[in-house]
């Protein structure tokens, strides 16, 4: 079992700046963000694999997003710059046990429990 405590949602205006912050109860494989808008489908805005301390960006979040960890205090981090309204949505940190695959929802079992983000015009 993994335990995800999210922070550090909010509201900005267009072109403003958040991070939210992820601790994990202990290492994890791979640490992915997420995003659901109202009336949509969860998904992907970026995963981290820890066997390789790679990244994926969504292409819709590339250039404005950065995924990061301090892992000595197994926090991760999503760093979201030059935010758009399209970017509002409750965001989730979640964590998988799988260490390859793609940053899908169906491999990440562990879920954080979510915060808003809003960005307006």
């Known amino acids: 079992q993994v335990r995800l405590v999210e922070s550090g949602g909010g509201s900005v205006e267009v072109g403003g700046s958040l991070t939210l912050s992820c601790v994990a109860s202990?290492?994890?494989?791979?640490m992915g963000w997420f995003r659901q808008a109202p009336g949509k489908e969860r998904e992907p805005v970026g995963c981290?694999?820890?066997?390789?301390?790679?990244?994926w960006y969504d292409d819709s979040v590339k250039g404005r997003f950065t995924i990061s960890q301090d892992k000595a205090k197994r926090t991760h981090y999503l760093q979201m710059s030059n935010l758009k309204p399209n970017d509002t949505a409750v965001y989730y940190c979640?964590?998988?046990?799988?260490?390859?695959?793609?940053?899908?929802?169906?491999?990440?079992?562990?879920w954080g429990q979510g915060t808003n983000v809003t960005v307006s015009t």
């Open positions: 979640a964590a998988g046990d799988s260490v390859y695959g793609m940053c899908t929802v169906a491999l990440h079992g562990y």
């Open positions: 202990r290492t994890i494989s791979r």
């Open positions: 981290f694999y820890r066997i390789d301390d790679s990244i």
